[in-house]
């Protein structure tokens, strides 16, 4: 009788696990690309390199976008940002690539997303006619791509300097992130333009401009929380303030949130930020890693980094910021303390840039 | 300007004149990244957003591959997607005991003629 319990027990708890989410039984890896042409895997509970993937052809390899429905494959730019190549974690390689250029064409990219749904890959392009003696600059343009038969779905024309795609969590709107622009939303079903949120242009009494580019993609593993750093200028003054500036994707309308910090000044400054949607507070790095309250506008702590970090990410946990892009480690700290946990060695350099790290649950 | 009407040849030039100075079609654009051209517009490489040098980079390294491989300052740094994709090869791992690997790199001269 006390095995049959102990048997029923074991089933019951074996059927626990499988009736919970995804998310509370799989683990978080870290996926870094790097320099010549690799995408390095690592384990955010041990924070050790568990896989170190070489992709086809040239590099360098660049910006990454997972597929959150499909968590066993992740998308990676590379072959000099002409292509796009399909990564299979679990067998570590690469089993697919979209080639962008045509005979006449040269087409670059610096900017993917995967929806949250698996089904799309959209990808921003820069194309280039190439005629004899002449090149022509196109109209650049979104490509979308259908993931379950790799064809083209459509592709609509698109804004230049993009550096940062998006999509809401409900698949039907893409958000577009350029240098000194505002935020264009379009429609993922027709192309569509949805709306314009203005950023560059907010139209404030006192702010000349305000500029903000999302640096580190990792908005799917945030709640779908867009965050990133921000620089508004007086327009009487000309001071420059570095704010946080937010989206909410699970919302259908966003509204863009920008809190105003602290004073930009030369000597002690910070480029890039995150949002923690656990706890709120903003996290900068550059030369240092900073911990600041929205709420109170202070800086609640600072290190000093060993060496210029371009990105902090917060773990999708929260309890950990993982902080590079450009360097041949990634430096873990503590989200609170901001003590060094460990640097992780990626065996390469990073090439720096949007979305060189993201985080996969599987 | 628009309500009148050139009389003469000079008035006509004028106007010609007035014409091409405000093209329809734009001749500059912005972010043409793929044949080399800048991505932004910043001041330059190594100056820091007040056009100081202090708090730049740490160390220079930190930030060659980045600005190479996505063709931020192509004038500064080489640009290896598309006129040096060759640059950084000796140095792959980018620890500081393999960046004097880095090659050198010479503007294209055009011997033909």
Redesign the interface.
């Known amino acids: 009788m006390h095995g049959k319990n102990r048997l029923l027990g074991g089933v019951l708890f074996v059927l626990g696990l499988l009736v919970l989410p995804q998310t509370t039984w799989a683990k978080w890896y870290l996926l870094a690309s790097t ?2 042409n690799n995408l390095v895997v690592v384990d955010t509970e041990t924070d050790t390199v568990v896989k170190d993937i070489a992709l086809e052809g ?1 590099g ?1 390899a ?1 910006y990454i976008a997972p597929n959150p429905a499909q968590p066993q494959f992740a998308y990676v730019v590379n072959n ?2 002409k292509s796009v190549a399909m990564v299979d974690l679990d067998e570590g390689k690469q089993v697919k690539s979209f080639d962008l250029s045509s005979d006449n064409e ?3 990219t ?1 900017a993917i997303d995967v929806n949250m749904q698996g089904t799309r890959l959209f990808v921003h392009e ?3 006619q190439q005629d004899m003696g002449r ?1 022509t ?1 196109r109209d650049n343009r979104i490509r979308v791509i259908d993931l379950e038969t790799n064809e083209t779905l459509i592709t609509f024309t698109a804004p ?2 993009v ?1 940062g795609l998006a999509s809401s969590k409900d698949g039907k709107r893409l958000y577009l992130f350029s ?2 622009q505002d935020i264009f939303v379009h429609s993922t079903e027709d192309g569509s333009l949805l709306d314009v949120i203005p950023l560059a242009n907010r139209n404030i009494s006192g702010i000349a401009r305000t500029d903000g580019l999302p640096l580190g993609g990792t908005y799917q593993e945030s709640g779908h929380l867009v965050s990133f750093g921000t620089f508004t200028t007086d327009s009487i003054t000309n001071q ?1 303030t570095l704010g946080i500036g937010s989206l909410d994707l699970t919302q259908e309308d966003p509204e863009l949130k920008i809190v105003e910090l602290q004073p ?1 000044v ?4 910070v480029l890039t930020g995150a949002l923690s949607p656990h706890t709120n507070k903003a996290y900068f790095a ?2 240092s890693l900073w911990k600041v309250d929205p709420k109170t506008r202070h800086i609640e702590k600072k290190v000093s980094l060993s ?2 970090y ?1 990105a902090p990410l917060v773990h999708p946990e929260g309890k950990k910021v993982y902080c590079g ?4 480690d990634v430096a873990v700290y503590d989200a609170e303390s901001l003590d060094l946990i460990t640097k992780v060695p990626l ?7 949007v979305s060189v790290l993201r985080f996969v649950n599987r | 300007m628009k309500h009148l009407k050139a009389a003469n040849s000079k008035a006509r030039a004028v106007t010609a004149s007035v014409t091409r100075a405000t093209p329809t079609e734009e001749d500059v ?7 080399g051209c800048t ?2 517009f910043n001041p330059g490489w190594e100056a ?3 056009g ?1 040098a ?2 730049m ?3 220079m390294e ?2 060659l ?3 190479a ?2 063709c931020w300052w192509p004038a500064q740094v080489p640009d ?3 006129n040096a ?1 060759e640059w ?2 000796g140095c ?4 500081q005991e393999d960046w004097r690997n880095l090659d050198v790199v010479f503007p294209k001269t055009d011997t033909s003629g």
Not at chain 1, 266 to 269: K, V
Not at chain 2, 92 to 95: E, I, K, L, V
């Open positions: 320099h010549p040239r360098p660049l000099l940002a040269l087409v670059r610096m820069m194309p280039i090149y600059a230049r300097q550096m240098v000194g420059v930009f030369e000597g002690d400054y550059y030369n060496n210029t371009f892009s450009n360097w041949h065996g390469h350099s990073q090439t720096g840039g | 654009i912005g972010m043409a990244q793929p044949i991505t932004i820091n957003p007040w100081g202090s708090s980079c740490a160390p930190a930030d591959l980045s600005c491989n996505l290896s997607l598309q994709p950084a090869k792959s791992g980018m620890n």
